[in-house]
């Protein structure tokens, strides 16, 4: 089972980019990378996934190096809305489907 | 189109009583979760339905948990003789059964045993 590491917290104001780094040390060949983002009160809110290499999408950018053994979630220009607990996570098949949520990473954003 | 919706969406009950939990997940998604979130914690997988059959309950909590599925849409979670400790955001989720990676949550039941 992949066990993911990442920051706690992480605080930022406004217009600045944003980089969350992920480790997962024991991830298998087959296991793609996925983040989810939670705003408070609400269920969780899938937003990349990725293999290696790079991967953009209107949300966010995720890095992933060559041996795959962290990741890099990257929010360009943050805004206040931006404040939300982001999840890392390497799902496991043969576990079912069920994704394994860690604590996440706290970001918050001042003005 | 519709995401998952689960009602009620707030339940307060009384310790020992029973409490049903409903989930609608997304039309045409076969893959559904059951996952529990308590107060400053993240989330705790419960249950994993493919279809109507549950191939993973291995978070489900204790034997007063339960949960069914039925023509491959709409589920329930029963808790029986509920606890204190029980109080928590019950969440909900679906998906393709060839994406598992990435499920739609819906808004969740706040639960709240007194």
């Known amino acids: 089972l992949a066990k993911t590491t990442q920051p706690i917290s992480m605080d930022s104001y406004e217009g600045q980019e944003v980089n969350i780094t992920c480790s997962h040390n024991?991830?298998?060949?087959?296991?793609?990378i996925t983040w989810y983002q939670q705003f408070p009160s609400q269920g969780p809110r899938f937003i990349i996934q990725g293999y290696k290499t790079k991967v953009t999408n209107e949300v966010a950018s995720l890095f992933i190096p060559a041996d795959r053994k962290s990741s890099t979630l990257s929010l360009p220009r943050v805004s206040l809305s931006d404040t939300a607990v982001y999840y890392c996570l390497v799902p496991v098949y043969n576990q079912g489907g069920k994704l394994i949520f860690g604590q996440g990473t706290e970001l918050s954003v001042k003005p | 189109g519709a995401g998952v919706s689960q009602s009620p969406s707030n339940k307060v009950t009384e310790k020992g009583k029973d409490v049903e939990l409903r989930c609608d997940p997304i039309?045409?998604?076969?893959?559904l979760y059951w996952y529990r979130q308590s107060l400053g914690q993240g989330l705790e997988f419960l249950i994993y339905?493919?279809?109507?059959?549950?191939?993973?309950k291995s978070g489900l909590p204790s034997d007063r948990f339960s949960a069914e599925r039925t023509g491959g849409s709409v589920s329930t979670l029963t808790i029986q003789r509920t606890q204190q400790e029980d109080s928590a955001v019950y969440l909900c989720?679906?998906?393709?059964?060839?994406?598992?990676?990435?499920?739609?949550f819906g808004p969740g039941t706040r639960l709240l045993v007194l």
């Open positions: 039309s045409g998604h076969t893959a």
């Open positions: 339905f493919q279809g109507n059959s549950a191939p993973d």
């Open positions: 024991n991830i298998a060949t087959n296991d793609y």
């Open positions: 989720a679906s998906s393709l059964e060839t994406s598992r990676e990435t499920q739609y």
